[in-house]
């Protein structure tokens, strides 16, 4: 590989000063334009971003910005937009752990950005701006242990959040008719959201033996295990519909037997969750 500017290597964890300096951009927001070196730095935080930034493969649909309300093409997602014609050379860094900043290269649009629907910093769906990108020089993926890492972060943080809450963040299949759980490296990264509201919604009780579950972690919290009806490796979908939480000893009968008649019991018993769900939260309807 050829050192040319840049001066960072793929996998390289900075710190935010260094790309301040590096690339003469601010030391603030998800995407940080640059008129000195004609750059555009994008940060895709695994940690503690609202926006869901989705790993596919090689390609990666980041969030353009734009915390609230919808999203428009204007300022720097302009600029990410027509980053092939404006001559700017876009720089992605990641975020796995607090405050470390790995530099994952130089990136491309590889098709044109599209609009989907997030939640924004107020918890109201809106309309964003999604780029597909891709490293130009792939050679460096991150480690298992970044990526789980990351992912306890979210799964921690999803935890304080309500069933509202974790409704409109937790994909449903009538919003993503096609999500699939990403696999990077060896780790399916599963929506933290879908998991937690499967825990919420179930109680502390096994969704196929209807027992408690066999003890409390740490936390005081029942120990479950989310299980995916439709498997993951079968490319069953990460949305709410599909996971449930089961005791350890149903998860394993489940991963062993998956007796037809326990998969019909569990897709019955998530619907039924789920349609409490939404009673509970609109009282007035439907009655
Ligand atoms: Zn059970
Ligand atoms: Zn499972």
């Given at each position: 590989?050829?050192?040319?500017?840049?001066?960072?290597?793929?996998?390289?964890?900075?710190?935010?000063?260094?790309?301040?300096?590096?690339?003469?951009?601010?030391?603030?927001?998800?995407?940080?334009?640059?008129?000195?070196?004609?750059?555009?730095?994008?940060?895709?935080?695994?940690?503690?971003?609202?926006?869901?930034?989705?790993?596919?493969?090689?390609?990666?649909?980041?969030?353009?910005?734009?915390?609230?309300?919808?999203?428009?093409?204007?300022?720097?997602?302009?600029?990410?937009?027509?980053?092939?014609?404006?001559?700017?050379?876009?720089?992605?860094?990641?975020?796995?752990?607090?405050?470390?900043?790995?530099?994952?290269?130089?990136?491309?649009?590889?098709?044109?950005?599209?609009?989907?629907?997030?939640?924004?910093?107020?918890?109201?769906?809106?309309?964003?701006?999604?780029?597909?990108?891709?490293?130009?020089?792939?050679?460096?993926?991150?480690?298992?242990?970044?990526?789980?890492?990351?992912?306890?972060?979210?799964?921690?943080?999803?935890?304080?959040?309500?069933?509202?809450?974790?409704?409109?963040?937790?994909?449903?299949?009538?919003?993503?008719?096609?999500?699939?759980?990403?696999?990077?490296?060896?780790?399916?990264?599963?929506?933290?959201?879908?998991?937690?509201?499967?825990?919420?919604?179930?109680?502390?009780?096994c969704q196929l033996?209807?027992?408690?579950?066999p003890f409390h972690?740490?936390?005081?919290?029942?120990?479950?295990?989310?299980?995916?009806?439709?498997?993951?490796?079968?490319?069953?979908?990460?949305?709410?519909?599909?996971?449930?939480?089961?005791?350890?000893?149903?998860?394993?009968?489940?991963?062993?037997?998956?007796?037809?008649?326990?998969?019909?019991?569990?897709?019955?018993?998530?619907?039924?969750?789920?349609?409490?769900?939404?009673r509970r939260l609109?009282?007035?309807?439907?009655?």
């Open positions: 590989m050829t050192k040319t500017f840049p001066s960072l290597t793929q996998g390289e964890i900075i710190k935010n000063d260094q790309i301040m300096k590096t690339f003469g951009c601010s030391g603030q927001g998800g995407m940080r334009r640059s008129l000195d070196t004609n750059t555009l730095v994008i940060v895709s935080n695994n940690v503690k971003s609202l926006y869901t930034n989705r790993w596919d493969g090689n390609t990666l649909h980041y969030t353009g910005m734009g915390a609230i309300g919808d999203q428009t093409l204007g300022t720097q997602n302009k600029t990410l937009a027509e980053s092939h014609t404006n001559g700017v050379r876009v720089y992605l860094f990641e975020v796995f752990k607090e405050r470390e900043y790995t530099f994952r290269g130089e990136v491309t649009l590889v098709d044109k950005p599209y609009k989907g629907r997030q939640n924004d910093n107020d918890g109201n769906e809106r309309e964003v701006w999604i780029f597909p990108i891709k490293v130009i020089d792939h050679e460096w993926s991150p480690s298992e242990d970044l990526i789980k890492n990351s992912m306890k972060k979210k799964e921690e943080k999803a935890r304080s959040f309500s069933e509202a809450e974790l409704l409109g963040l937790a994909g449903q299949a009538h919003s993503n008719p096609s999500k699939r759980a990403v696999m990077d490296k060896n780790v399916y990264v599963r929506d933290p959201y879908v998991k937690e509201l499967s825990f919420k919604l179930a109680a502390g009780i033996c209807d027992s408690n579950a972690d740490g936390k005081g919290k029942p120990f479950l295990e989310s299980h995916h009806i439709d498997w993951l490796s079968l490319g069953g979908a990460d949305v709410i519909e599909n996971v449930i939480a089961l005791c350890p000893n149903c998860h394993r009968k489940m991963h062993i037997v998956d007796n037809e008649k326990d998969v019909h019991k569990l897709k019955s018993r998530s619907k039924d969750l789920l349609d409490g769900l939404q609109s009282p007035k309807k439907n009655r």
